[in-house]
T-cell receptor, first 108, second 116 residues
Framework: RKEVEQDPGPFNVPEGATVAFNCTYS??????FFWYRQDCRKEPKLLMS?????NEDGRFTAQLNRASQYISLLIRDSKLSDSATYLC?????????WGAGTKLIIKP | GAVVSQHPSWVICKSGTSVKIECRSL??????MFWYRQFPKQSLMLMAT?????????EQGVEKDKFLINHASLTLSTLTVTSAHPEDSSFYIC????????????FGPGTRLTVL
């Protein structure tokens, strides 16, 4: 079983729609959680940290469920520029463990 | 924000040659630098962690004699892929962190290596 699992997609979504991704992690001792965005052939960029209380940044909402060991990302009113691969990342003992990413394609 | 550069951004080389990749923190001093490798459609895999002035710590399965890491200063780390083979073709990304623990890592733009 992979330490961090994500649906690879691709998710093909019309512009303006709402889309959600989930990610599951295997180690309950994981300490902190993040969503990164990676464009094709580029480095990953931090999108947002994820907290149990949930956090929102504009059109993006992230949620952590420690009991079920999953993390979610919700994107509202999707834009063409949101097309990218979204990486779920878990910090375990100060080491980042990466999911393989979910590819999102926003269509006009 | 903190900026990390990598050089070269892409390289094509013949099998058997060695390739050096540089990672620099441009506007901050990085206590720790990390080297990752990413194959197409796969996750980033940590290869090694290096602290300035000490030997790098390699992840299981990563050959330290093949992937030489030098972290000579707080702003520069180098990764040398020795005797590269086609299976070493990948996207190599470095990141740099100030301090320890949960401090954010800042990523370089990556180096795409193609070994013919």
């Amino acid at each position: 079983r992979k330490e961090v699992e994500q649906d690879p997609g691709p998710f093909n979504v019309p512009e303006g729609a709402t889309v959600a991704f989930n990610c599951t992690y295997s180690n309950s001792a994981s300490q902190s959680f993040f969503w990164y965005r990676q464009d094709c052939r580029k480095e990953p960029k931090l999108l947002m940290s994820v907290y149990s209380s949930g956090n929102e940044d504009g059109r993006f909402t992230a949620q952590l469920n420690r009991a079920s060991q999953y993390i979610s990302l919700l994107i509202r009113d999707s834009k063409l520029s949101d097309s990218a691969t979204y990486l779920c990342v878990v910090n375990l003992n100060y080491q980042l463990i990466w999911g393989a990413g979910t590819k999102l394609i926003i269509k006009p | 924000g903190a900026v990390v550069s990598q050089h070269p951004s892409w390289v094509i080389c013949k099998s058997g040659t060695s390739v050096k990749i540089e990672c620099r923190s441009l506007d901050f001093q990085a206590t720790t630098m990390f080297w990752y490798r990413q194959f197409p459609k796969q996750s980033l895999m940590l290869m090694a962690t290096s602290n300035e002035g000490s030997k790098a710590t390699y992840e299981q399965g990563v050959e330290k004699d093949k992937f030489l890491i030098n972290h000579a200063s707080l702003t520069l780390s180098t990764l040398t892929v020795t005797s590269a083979h086609p299976e070493d073709s990948s996207f190599y990304i470095c990141s740099a962190r100030v301090g320890t623990g949960n401090n954010e890592q800042f990523f370089g733009p990556g180096t795409r290596l193609t070994v013919l």
